[in-house]
């Protein structure tokens, strides 16, 4: 079966939701784990006036929900996709992205969590600190990895955006190759546009006989489609 740079891209951006979906669901596992561990630690010293609040599992929770319903919303738009519909889910995993940075930086990286337990247990070195500090690490590093994720779809989206979401059908190959024949050759014969090339089954996309249904990487099938596009625009403008 043969198939195209646009297809390539949306099992491509599937594949990454898929697996920030899976993430997901283990960082709000593992951020339920560590409440219920902070409860069981905070409990064993005398209560404050002040309690500390263990906001880096509360970051790590709500993290983990937006990545989860992020990756359900771009797995339906990868389905009935347009480029408006990608365009709003490009502004959107952005505006999620700076969120996620702003918060992160504030809460992981300018708040030293030992320090706070230490003064808050009046001891220092004790157990309880040491599991945070490890916490606050792995916690630190699965959500960069988030972060890398988003935006790797981000770019897989803006890829597919520049490249058109819409499927050239055999009539706009018929029509192309018509504006493109000169007064001087013989027409084609009907038929011909239709049968010159394979055809993609997932989205209708005529590929070009001229080499494109031999296995190739994901990069050439994007510049060969980025150049058809702009080849297309020129002809006919």
Known sequence: MARCARCCLRNSIRIVNLVMLLCGAGMIIYSLWLQKKWDESIAEFPRSSSPLKPWFIYTFLGVGIIVCLSTIGGYIITNC??????????????????????????IFFKIDWGKQISTYTGQKNTDFEILVS?????????????????????ILAAILLAAGTE??????????????????M????????????????????????????????????????????????????
């Open 81 to 106: 996709i347009s480029n408006s519909t990608l365009c709003l889910y490009i502004v959107a995993i952005c505006c999620l992205l700076f969120l996620e940075v702003a918060v992160i930086v504030a």
């Open 134 to 154: 490890i916490h606050v690490k792995i916690s630190r590093a699965i959500m960069l990895l988030i972060l890398v994720a988003q935006i790797i779809v981000v």
């Open 167 to 184: 499927p050239r059908t055999h009539l706009q190959e018929a029509d192309t190759s018509v504006l493109n024949q000169s007064f001087l």
């Open 186 to 237: 013989p027409a084609e014969p009907p038929g011909f546009a239709e049968t010159s090339g394979q055809v993609c089954r997932r989205c209708g996309t005529v590929l070009s006989p001229r080499g494109e249904n031999a296995p190739r990487g994901c990069f050439s099938r994007i510049k060969s489609l980025l150049r058809r596009r702009f080849q297309r625009t020129n002809t006919v403008y």
